[in-house]
């Protein structure tokens, strides 16, 4: 059937192919493991199928499915297929897809309360059970964005705003009167607080990098002799972002020692527990926030491993007066009765208009349970110590850095005289080129490193057995 002349398509057929829909998502999940996880496509593979013009005439539903299957699943990297451990391994999950569905149907724009009062209560409520589950103090309030990018920008506006120097108001270009502003990162932290820091105009010479130890934590002391440093050259130290989860080993910075540093030197702490926060729903591993109850912001993804479809990332923030200041601007045509009594999320970031996110967080949430959540994670580091023993009693094979959560960093090392590079090198893309798993790498000691991250819904002991058995088939090919 093709699209009506007017209106929208008729709700006998939204429910008819809405419901073929839901079964072939089903049918997708059922049989995820036949497929190659990487897109085995060459760049440009996929444009070349597809027409250079748009359809003058509406198309039927079942022509467009079709090259759903004949187009789009090819060109597909499965991130969602129970060996993928590149990265960091996330997963979506069947509560979150339906969530994801409700939200595009209410198709709301939460900029101001009255605009979407389900989506701006409902986000606070599932945020603050979020927070409680994680073992947060009361003291931080939740927004969501869309990546952990996004949110540790935010967080550092913030902290700006909080150096009162008028930066709103005047800039920072152009102005004598202003040092140069630093923010402290580890070696080991993500780029995109670089990012962030080029973004809000501080410029790269306003990040400074500070070494880590022998297990990729920042070194504590030499951050407090850095800022020592700068501030005797005259510059603002205004800003530490520790990292709890780092991205190349999942090392967790000593937040507990880098607090009194903040302190000391009033630096706002912002917390970059992008991947690693969940793991706080365990309450085994709930130490590893310890020191954050007096961070100043945190951030954490649940699209990482709370199994909660992307996008959807939380900042946690104890001064959600900063960042109301730092991003609020409200024209005559958004002011509202109620401005004052409730929480229009449009005056805490750059966007105006804001998806319902937490509808789908909170299905994840109710469906689940703290106890499934936590049984699920539980499970994904059960099984990367199990993994990282087979490397560690294994004499071809080595581990590189700790493992305290679901990612192993490790190498092929035989005996045999050969580089060490180019050997993990071939064989992690014989492991991807062959489909039935998915890894990255990354550098640690100035070693090519392979990574295997555990993080996805679907991912058992079978998986993890199977990948250990085509590492060792890849090195026995290749030496
Ligand atoms: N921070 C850390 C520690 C990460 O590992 C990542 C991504 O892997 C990010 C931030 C960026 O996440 P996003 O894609 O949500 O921006």
Redesign the pocket.
Known sequence: MNSPEFGDMSAEEFRRVGHELIDWIAGYFDSIESLPVLAAIEPGDLKAQLPPTPPERGESMEKIVEDLDRLIVPALTHWSHPSFFA??ATSTSAPGILGELLSAAFDNKAMLWRTSPASTELEEVTLDWLRQMMGLDPGMLGIIY???????LHAIAAAREGVERRIREEGMSGRPDLPLLRVYVSEQ?????EKAVITLGLGQRGLRKIPTDREFRMDARALAAAVEEDKRNGYLPFCVVA?????STSSIDPVPEIVPICEEHAMWLHV?????GSAAVVPEFRHILDGCERADSL?T?P??WLFTP??L?VLYCRHMDLLKRAFSLVPEYLRTPEQEKVRNGSDYGIQLGRRFRALKLWMVMRYFGHEGLAARIREHCRLARLFAAWVDESPDWELLAPVPLALICFRACPKAEVDLDALNEAIMHGVNASGRALLSHTRLNDKLTLRLSIGNIRTTERHVRQVWDLLNEQLRSAV
């Open positions: 990265y960091f869309d990546t952990a990018s996004v949110s540790s932290s993500h780029s995109s607080i990292t709890v989860g780092t991205t970059d527990a992008a991947y690693a951030v993804n699209h990482k992307f996008d990332s």
